[in-house]
């Protein structure tokens, strides 16, 4: 697999994609406004998620490895609605969180919710994981605002594998006909997706030279943006089977 962030670099795009939230949810004309990429939600909706859970996976980090669920941040206080209290709100949401991975270390255990994929459950993966959650939903700020911006390269090329290993990676059988999912990025890397009988894990793309059932070409930025159902298909370059995609979507390992 290829080499991923460093710690320390996770922490510090962490603290860098929660300012450009903060500074987005800033500009917006009305916290009322419904979010594009989100259609259920606002972006008041949309702050208190990315709030509430950075203040919930801080608390989740500081429980230690004996947890056995995430912890409910109890004691956090309540998202206010008025502007400069929530982005006040938001930017000690992150600090807390930010505070208790780097008290952690990355080695530490953690409880997780992804099972048997292929991200270990350690603070490490809690934190490269919290870094794809908060870019994601600060690209979806910024959509919201009209003034949408790609994801930073380093965080984008994390986030194709740290999707895969993380959020689909599964010991699950798949319920169809073997194949696998090529994911070729312009910057030059690739990952395969294999499903099949024994679920599915990832690995470097050139390490298997059977042709895949499908591929998907794009910037690691319209990777990522692809995989979170962001940008729809027909924005990027598939060949192959693209129906390959509404199986993935629908499958449902067990746990």
């Not at 995430?70 to 006040?88: C, G, I, Q, T, V």
């Not at 059932?213 to 729809?232: K, M, Q």
């Amino acid at each position: 697999m290829e080499k991923t962030l460093d710690f320390p670099d996770l922490l510090r795009l962490i603290d860098e994609r929660s300012t450009a939230f903060r500074a987005a949810v800033a500009s917006a004309p009305s916290l009322d406004v419904q979010v594009p990429t989100c259609p259920e939600w606002t972006l008041l909706d949309l702050v208190h998620h990315l709030g509430e859970g950075r203040h919930a996976w801080a608390a989740t980090v500081a429980a230690g490895p004996t947890a056995t669920a995430k912890s409910a941040a109890e004691d956090a206080p309540a998202a206010p609605r008025e502007r400069e209290a929530l982005l006040a709100w938001l930017a000690e949401s992150t600090r807390e969180l930010v505070d208790a991975l780097r008290e952690a270390g990355p080695d530490r255990g953690c409880w997780t919710w992804w099972g048997a994929s292929q991200s270990p459950k350690t603070c490490g993966a809690v934190a490269r994981h919290q870094l794809q959650q908060i870019a994601v939903h600060t690209y979806d700020a910024q959509v919201t605002v009209g003034a949408p911006q790609p994801l930073p390269a380093e965080v984008a090329l994390d986030g194709v594998e740290e999707f895969l290993s993380t959020c689909v990676a599964t010991t699950s059988a798949w319920p169809h006909k073997p194949t696998a999912f090529d994911f070729h990025a312009t910057e030059g890397r690739s990952w395969r997706l294999t499903v099949d009988a024994a679920g599915a894990r990832v690995t470097p793309a050139a390490e298997t030279p059977d042709e895949p059932g499908v591929s998907v070409h794009g910037t690691a930025n319209e990777l990522v943006l692809f995989v979170y159902d962001r940008i729809p298909a027909d924005t990027l370059r598939l060949d192959g089977d693209a129906t390959l995609f509404d199986l993935l979507r629908e499958w449902e390992p067990e746990e």
